[in-house]
């Protein structure tokens, strides 16, 4: 009888857990709650189904289903499977958001060996059940680089590239890591995305920077833009090619990433280095923070972000000093000379709402030269792309797409007045 009632309640918690990913609890106190519960089952539902049924035959054996709320558990947990298996479809259908996004870049350059949209890859069975992303073992990483030459650990790069055929001029990608600018690492984000691209023949870098309460903005800026810089000077040695770089983060990262690349050259992020070259040459932010200012302050988010950011990383009030938060803020630093920009957010997203991003296009797309991509992905938690999902693999595969052109046209031959390409004399 007991146990029969110990997997009823198991069975309610797999059921809750199924509902938090559909529909994801949005309070103030129990926003992060929400986002841990639900994008790991939004992302991993089939390993979801896979613990379920491993205790549900586990509480069999035990002889639970000698008493009535073993059945009523049962029952339950076929409704929650039901809903895992349609999470599983909708990670899928990324793929169609990703198309229609792909729509909107005009470049028409073919690149060869691109990552499809779908593709048996996309449904390996380690991909559907491993929880935790997996390096492939065709890269290497070369640790803790000191970009600083002051030996702390917050000024610490990883290189990651091929481990045969070492590559040559090759492009390269620096991630920057999300935690709220308070926390994070280097190693816990961002891997499918970078393992991948290694293996494809780029150089990519993972970056460590000071954080807050210790660090006080614009420390966590500077140290990324001074970060980029070590990578024009350096990348050569390690077979990267400093003459096309390009940045990506998450979360706080995505911010970071956004306001390095809307800023090249800015001296109040750069001080010390202010000859540093700290340009890039495309940008895909996920899931980031585009207004520091908070600036619509209609919600508990806002009112919530603006509190924590003045105490915990800006370290002044808003109110005393409004042109730290503006100038710290990627919506408010758009400009005509962008460069090319993929941002990814999700709809479900309870820590960063959907809303950062839509405004953030919109301002971009308003005045940029460049392409302006955007997907917006239906039932996606914030850090969808973490782990090893068939919705992050999808995700991984548009980002590969679209760099990808973007070098193809960075590298292709400028146009003369009447269309035509130059001819060498």
Known sequence: MTWAWVYLAVSLVGALLVVNAFRPVRHELLAVP????????????LWHIVWQVAATAAFALEGAFGSWPAWVALAINVASWTGLVVQARLSASARFVFSRAEEEMPLPVD???LPDHGGKTMWRFPRLVYPLPRPSRSVRTVRNIDYAGDGTSAHRLDIIRRRTDLPTEAPVLIYIHGGAWVMGNKRQQGLPLLYELARRGWVTVAINYRLSPKATWPDHIVDCKRAVAWVHDHIA?????PRFVTVSGGS???HLAALLALTPGDPQFQPGFEGGDASVDACVPFYGVYDMTAGRGTSRYDKGLLTFLERQVFKRRLADDPAVFEAASPIRRVHAEAPPFFVLHGTNDTLVPVAEAHEFVRAL???SKSVVLYAELPYTQHAFDV??????AHAVAAVVRFLERVRARHSAPAQTDDGKAPVAP
């Open 34 to 45: 929400s986002f841990f519960a639900g994008f790991y089952t939004a992302e991993m539902p």
């Open 111 to 113: 690149v060869v060996d």
């Open 365 to 367: 797309r308003a005045v």
């Open 252 to 254: 706080a990262g995505g």
């Open 237 to 241: 040695e390690y077979g990267g090619d």
């Open 387 to 392: 782990l090893p999902s068939v919705r992050s």
